[in-house]
């Protein structure tokens, strides 16, 4: 079985810091890592691995520096890292480069990704169901490969007390939240084996796949940054006040 | 000149702070207020290849030489200096020493359980007459057909009460003197007439246990012997050489927690109508913090790459020691003096790092001690030779 892991890389959020005065997000420090929830699917797929015999691929599309992620999830288990170089974070074009890429390495049963993404708030998970075709089953908390399909558990219920599992048969893409499993830590030894492997990132360039720069025009156009109005504080409330309410 | 940790160290540094800021910091407290380490803690880092960082990769080490086992040393010690203490004295001196002079055979016996901490490892030198004078040791070992028997007692040893393997050194010709009369021997601690005393109550480090060890005619077998039979002085001064880098690194991070607990404080305390950050008694305690800690910084990475590099590295690695410690605990308490208050409660993490800090000025060679190895170092590059 094989199983894509499509992972990002953001701005770590606590080198940023947003001036709503001045209409901007400051950069402090200009340090990337792994989205979370990217992690935690990685983390499923690793999961899925130790029980069965898949074959756990990550993905990622980004300037050079992606490779770090990749070479991260290597150290952590991942079998096999693709690094598409290519500048874009329009979604669109991620998920047709996704697609393209599933196809190019001969298909692929299983995709799990983060839920959605740190920065963007953005998950891959519909449209890359959409364009594959595949069965699509959101914001697992669990997921499992039982014969020929795919179980995850989901939190129903905001406050937490009401889990359900859902099934579907196989490809399928699932997505994992940040309340999924806790990443592994990888080896010491292995981060250093794997960052010493010149060939632990494969690099498939695009005219591999088929495209060509003019076939990366953005869907989305973005035209600026605004934010929300502040919020007002509220009120502090005693428990007496609480108490005359109920009654 | 290059600046630039290799990419592999980086992810390493990333690994390894994810771990301490997730496993080791939350405990830190309890640490300190227990007097105990979990052992499941130790066997998790093990997992990780955390205890055997140094080592290659035969002996079951992670082989990330000096500068991985800095960077450990580093972020451990900015989580919390009774974990790193316990993996300093393990890895450091322990383990190094063996890995220093022990036979191959030996290695094989050991390294690859104490690497992976199923084994954890102490390094016994000082005695009730035998600390910075550590040639006046007494522990006798006595030949007797194929085995050794050691008699005697060790104080202050750090994992005392939790080691495994413990590499003593002890008298094998008291006609030599510890000067070409001691060797090295590792002893487990489930042989008959090892025994260990009650764990000391410190002022700092409280869950880093140490105790004194007594070997009551405690056999040793000769393939324990590490290293040469009277050269056991030699490998216990070299491995205490190359321990001070580490202790550099270790000192290094409790003053860059220190400073960074101190940038946050003045981010959010308020004094006089506005953030006391604004306040130039505030900024230069700051600024003289950050300029010292990045001096040590330069050193201590500077001495790593010397290890790894086979060069010469004992006078820098007196300054490692020398430098990191005082730095740390001139550190600190700067950084009490800017949490005012606050920096005296036993609920806010400042007073157990300023009693932490204390011992780093005296543990594995007294600063008094360093300042003699930098010094005849010194001298001997204009041919002087002083003897302690």
């Not at chain 1, 708030?121 to 997921?143: D, H, K």
């Not at chain 2, 036979?103 to 050991?110: F, R």
């Not at chain 2, 780093?360 to 060679?365: A, D, L």
Request: net charge negative; charged share 25%; proline share 5%.
């Amino acid at each position: 079985m094989r199983i894509l892991i499509p992972i990002k890389q953001i701005l770590h959020p606590a080198g940023m810091t947003v001036n709503r005065k001045a209409g901007k997000v400051f950069v402090n420090r200009e340090e990337y890592v792994t989205n979370p929830a990217g992690k935690r699917a990685l983390e499923a797929a690793l999961r899925i691995k130790d029980g069965t015999d898949a074959d756990v691929i990550v993905a990622a599309i980004g300037p050079t520096r992606t490779a770090d992620a990749l070479l991260e999830a290597r150290a952590m288990g991942a079998d096999r890292a693709i690094l598409i170089p290519a500048d874009t974070t329009d979604e669109a074009l991620i998920v047709r480069l996704l697609a393209t890429l599933c196809e190019h390495i001969g298909g692929v049963d299983l995709l799990i990704t983060g839920d959605s993404a740190l920065d963007t708030g953005i998950s891959l998970g519909p449209r890359l169901s959409e364009a594959l075709n595949f069965a699509y089953l959101g914001s697992a908390v669990q997921c499992v490969v039982e014969g020929s399909a795919v179980r995850i558990v989901r939190r129903d219920d905001p406050a937490g007390r009401l889990y359900n599992a859902y099934e579907a048969a196989l490809p399928a893409v699932v997505t994992v939240t940040r309340a999924g499993s806790a990443p592994r830590y990888p080896h010491g030894g292995k981060i250093i084996t794997t960052y010493r492997d010149a060939n632990a990132v494969e690099t498939i360039p695009l005219s591999d796949l088929g495209l060509s720069e003019s076939d990366l025009q953005p869907v989305a156009v973005e035209r600026g940054q605004s934010f929300p109005p502040e919020r007002e504080f509220g009120r502090q409330v005693s428990v007496e006040e609480i108490a005359s309410w109920i009654r | 000149m290059d600046y630039d940790l290799p990419p592999e160290y980086n992810a390493l540094r990333r690994m390894i702070r994810e771990f301490c800021e997730e496993e080791i910091k939350p405990l830190a407290h309890h640490i300190d207020e227990s007097g105990v380490v979990e052992s499941d803690l130790l066997r998790r880092m093990g997992a990780l290849g955390f205890l055997g960082v140094p080592f290659p990769r035969e002996y079951g080490g992670m082989g990330a030489g000096e500068l991985g086992y800095c960077i450990m040393m580093e972020e451990l010690n900015r989580a919390s200096p009774s974990v790193a203490t316990i993996i300093g004295a393990h890895i450091g001196i322990g383990v190094m020493s063996m890995y220093l002079d022990g036979s191959k055979a030996l290695k094989d016996k050991y390294m690859p359980d104490l690497c992976s901490g199923k084994m954890i490892c102490a390094f016994a030198l000082t005695e009730s007459n035998a600390g910075s004078d550590a040639a006046a040791i007494q522990l006798r070992a006595t030949l007797e057909g194929d085995s050794y028997f050691l008699d005697g007692q060790k104080m202050w040893i750090t994992n005392g009460p939790i080691a495994d393997v413990i590499n003593v050194l002890a008298i094998t010709d008291p006609s030599l003197g510890a000067r070409g009369g001691a060797t090295v021997f590792a002893v487990e601690s489930k042989w008959e007439g090892y025994s260990t005393g009650k764990p000391e109550r410190k002022m700092g480090l409280h869950g880093s246990p140490t105790s004194l060890l007594n070997f009551d005619s405690v056999r040793v077998p000769k393939e324990n012997v590490v290293g040469q039979i009277g050269l056991g002085f030699v490998t216990f001064m070299k491995t205490l050489d190359i321990g001070r880098v580490s202790l550099g690194a270790a000192t290094l991070g409790g003053a860059q927690a220190a400073l960074e607990m101190c940038v946050r404080w003045a981010r959010t305390r308020q004094q006089f109508g506005r953030q006391i950050a604004h306040m130039q008694s505030i900024q230069f305690m700051i600024a003289d913090m950050a300029a010292e800690i990045e001096a040590l910084r330069a050193l201590v990475y500077r001495t790593a790459w010397l290890v790894d590099n086979g060069r010469p590295f004992t006078k820098e690695a007196g300054m490692c020691k020398l430098l990191g410690s005082e730095t740390a605990s001139r550190c600190i308490d700067r950084a009490v003096q800017i949490h005012g208050a606050l920096g005296l409660s036993r609920d806010f993490p400042l007073e157990r790092a300023f009693r932490d800090a204390r011992i780093s000025e005296i543990f594995e060679g007294t600063n008094e001690i360093q300042r003699l190895v930098i010094a005849s170092e010194l001298m001997q590059e204009v041919g002087v030779r002083l003897r302690p």
